[in-house]
């Protein structure tokens, strides 16, 4: 997390002369567009990579993009083409993408949805995003220098204006057989011990994010401070759910509720991705709260 650059090259072009494509995607509320640790940017639309490790090296800027998505060969990425005014595909013989202009972007996010579902749990994670605009990184992932643990991979991090709180967020559908076994609670005790373990480390890394996002044109719209100064890392993630039925909650809640009451600060259960995900301080219909904040 420390490798993150306030200063770095594709951050301050991004700022400073923002390229015309770059434009026509921050303007569209269905994309998502997330800063990676290593000084790149994906951008995502319900969980598929529109552009993936977006780079400027000083001169030009390179990404790519999952050849299934466009579509033109299976299982292979590959290049943009990007200038200032101009972005399209190398190495293969395809029409330029008038700067991501609105039709275009339509093409290509309605091949996207041929993967992801709107049913899907990625489909529900980035609409989670999309309608609730204090959500301010997705797929955080953590991988240990020892090589004897597996990467931390947590969907979402939230940050909650009332509370002053950084939370993590671990998005789940009904269906997942994870939740009716000791997993769920495998899980999320993983993820609690590693957010307390680097909760200085975090809140360092997010508070950067916000800088930069901000810098480039997409920090949440909910976000109106200066910065995250007075915040705090929530070590309890929050288990949220964005498809569940009132049946489904009344029979199984009950029992889950028990499992991960230790681990994490609530569960909400959600029948559409379409609410705040705003912390309470007690339980309310369908937010159960285990944990004060």
Known sequence: MKRLKIKDALFKELSCNPPAWWKSLIDDNELSVQIRKENY?????????????LRFDGKTFSGLINSQYIPFKKNEYIPYQFGPDFVGFGKVEILGLDNFSKNILTRIKKN???FYDSSSEKAIQYKFIENDPHFIDSEFAYRYKDGERNTIRIDLVRVDPQSKKIVFV???TMGDSRLYTDEIIEQLSMYRNFIESKKEELLDYYSKIFEVKRSVGVLPKGLLAESLLGYQVLA???????????????EFSPELDKKIADQAVGCYYFGKPDYSCQLLEKTKDNRHIFYSS
């Open 41 to 53: 940017i994906d951008v995502y639309y319900r969980g598929g990579c529109l552009i993936s490790g």
């Open 112 to 114: 996207i949805s041929n």
């Open 170 to 172: 671990e998005v789940k």
């Open 236 to 250: 309890r993630p929050l288990l949220l759910f964005g498809d569940c039925k009132q049946q489904w909650i009344d």
